[in-house]
């Protein structure tokens, strides 16, 4: 089942601070997060794992409450390059097996 | 930085033909994926292959769709006879920890 993504949209100026909200109904093995700019491929950011390993991104993190199945991505200090289309994927076994994505966060920042 | 290839990056065929997209995922990578995005929607899942074999499909992936590693480094979708609906982004991705996606055949049905 599709992870639920919160906020659906989010306008911000330069240096000001996000967070995106990803819940899911099942139980998760891991939460990725991707960035996708308009026309361009999804980017991968940072995955967390079940027992609280995670890889990723220096200026973004994240966080991942197994027991609520739900993930927050923190994004501090905003830069116009923030800017996009946020998606969670999760997945219920193995890192590498199939991932299901939000229906995505769509971040602007203005100057 | 490794990139996974894609071609071609936009294809316009006619309803009932059959298309082949292709991807070369990273070498060494062992995992591949085939997604799928109608314009402004989510990015959905089509098909998993490792070890030389379909691992996962979803219903999406009917029976007019197939996938192939022909050669060890390709890696292909094919539709059969394409509909209106299948009109879409495709990505290919390929993976070892976080996934790597291709930058998309835009796949245009008339």
């Known amino acids: 089942q599709q992870p639920v993504q919160s906020p659906q949209a989010v306008i911000l100026r330069e240096g000001e601070d996000a967070v995106i909200n990803c819940s899911s109904s099942?139980?998760?093995?891991?939460v990725h997060w991707y960035r996708q700019k308009h026309g361009e491929a999804p980017v991968f950011l940072m995955i967390l794992l079940k027992g609280g390993e995670q890889k990723g991104h220096e200026k973004i993190s994240a966080s991942f409450n197994e027991k609520k199945q739900q993930s927050s991505l923190y994004l501090t200090a905003s830069q116009l390059s923030y800017s996009g289309t946020y998606f969670c994927?999760?997945?219920?076994?193995?890192?590498?097996?199939?991932?299901?994505f939000g229906q995505g966060t769509t971040l602007q920042v203005k100057p | 930085e490794p990139e996974v290839t894609q071609t071609p990056s936009h294809q316009v065929t006619q309803m009932g033909q059959e298309v082949i997209l292709r991807c070369v995922p990273i070498?060494?990578?062992?995992?591949f994926y085939w997604y799928r995005q109608i314009l402004g929607q989510k990015v959905e899942f089509l098909v998993s292959f490792y070890n030389n074999e379909i691992s996962e499909k979803s219903e999406i992936f009917d029976d007019q769709f197939s996938v192939e590693r022909p050669d060890g480094s390709n890696f292909t979708l094919k539709i059969r006879s394409t509909k209106l609906e299948d009109s879409a982004m495709y990505f290919c991705?390929?993976?070892?920890?976080?996934?790597?996606f291709g930058s998309g055949t835009r796949l245009t049905v008339v």
């Open positions: 991705a390929s993976t070892s920890y976080g996934y790597t």
């Open positions: 994927g999760t997945a219920s076994s193995g890192n590498t097996g199939k991932l299901i």
């Open positions: 099942k139980a998760l093995y891991s």
């Open positions: 070498s060494n990578h062992l995992y």
